[in-house]
């Protein structure tokens, strides 16, 4: 089955504790994507990749970090969480390439809370 | 810049009525222009994308939505509520390929019988 995994689903943690959840994804897609959503905000993407070794910011990359060392994996590193962090966690994934967009699948998510 | 407005974060109907969602964007140039559902405690799913090929785009689970360029407006229609269809709503536009998706805020639809 074409999916993209999360792991953990929950976590709560408290501040200051490094912290890494995972993505995989296993339709060999170029693309992956972190968002965060928040109340009353919609998704915010966090960091991109567009391809393994190739990584850049979105919108709210502050305090995040993220590695693509192999392509079905994109995990995203909090070195240092906050409770600013606390929030629903998205991974995302899609083919990329030329002039058409194509449908970015998302994981179940993770509930993240930083004590 | 791009953006995306979803007007009414909070949307009440009865099972049978019509269901709209709106959504305008801002973008320079032709986007691509998306919606997405969100079942409690799942991720998103594409409900239905526009990329140019028609305005009247058809999604999954009867929705469907017109792309309007001269409102640059992008509405989310379903003839006929069900129970089923209570979520949240979000309305999303990318430029190109490879770029990011950017989101509304999301609209809650609350389906009552």
């Known amino acids: 089955e074409a999916q993209v995994t999360q792991n953990p689903r929950y976590l709560i943690t408290v501040t200051g504790k490094k912290l890494t959840v995972t993505c995989s994804q296993n339709?060999?897609?170029?693309?992956m994507s972190w968002y965060r959503q928040d109340p009353g905000l919609g998704l915010r993407q966090i960091y991109y990749?567009?391809?393994?070794?190739?990584?850049d910011k979105g919108d709210v990359p502050e305090g995040y970090k993220v590695s693509r060392k192999e392509k079905r994996n994109f995990p995203l590193i909090l070195e240092s969480p906050s409770p600013n962090q606390t929030s629903l966690y998205f991974c995302?994934?899609?083919?990329?390439?030329?002039?058409?967009?194509?449908?970015?699948?998302f994981g179940p998510g993770t509930r993240l809370t930083v004590l | 810049a791009q953006s995306v407005t979803q007007l009414g974060s909070h949307v009440s109907v009865s099972e049978g009525a019509l269901v709209l969602l709106r959504c305008n964007y801002s973008s320079s140039v032709p986007p691509y222009l998306f919606w997405y559902v969100q079942y409690p405690n799942q991720g998103l799913q594409l409900l239905l994308k526009?990329?140019?090929?028609?305005?009247l785009v058809k999604g999954i689970n009867g929705f469907e939505a017109e792309f309007k360029k001269s409102e640059t407006s992008f509405h989310l229609t379903k003839p006929s509520a069900h129970m089923s269809d209570a979520a949240e709503y979000f309305c999303?536009?990318?430029?190109?390929?490879?770029?990011?998706?950017?989101f509304g805020k999301g609209t809650t639809l609350s389906v009552s019988s």
């Open positions: 999303a536009v990318s430029l190109q390929a490879g770029t990011a998706l950017i």
């Open positions: 526009y990329t140019s090929a028609a305005t």
């Open positions: 339709m060999n897609h170029e693309y």
């Open positions: 995302a994934s899609s083919l990329w390439g030329g002039s058409s967009y194509n449908e970015q699948f």
């Open positions: 990749s567009m391809n393994v070794e190739v990584t």
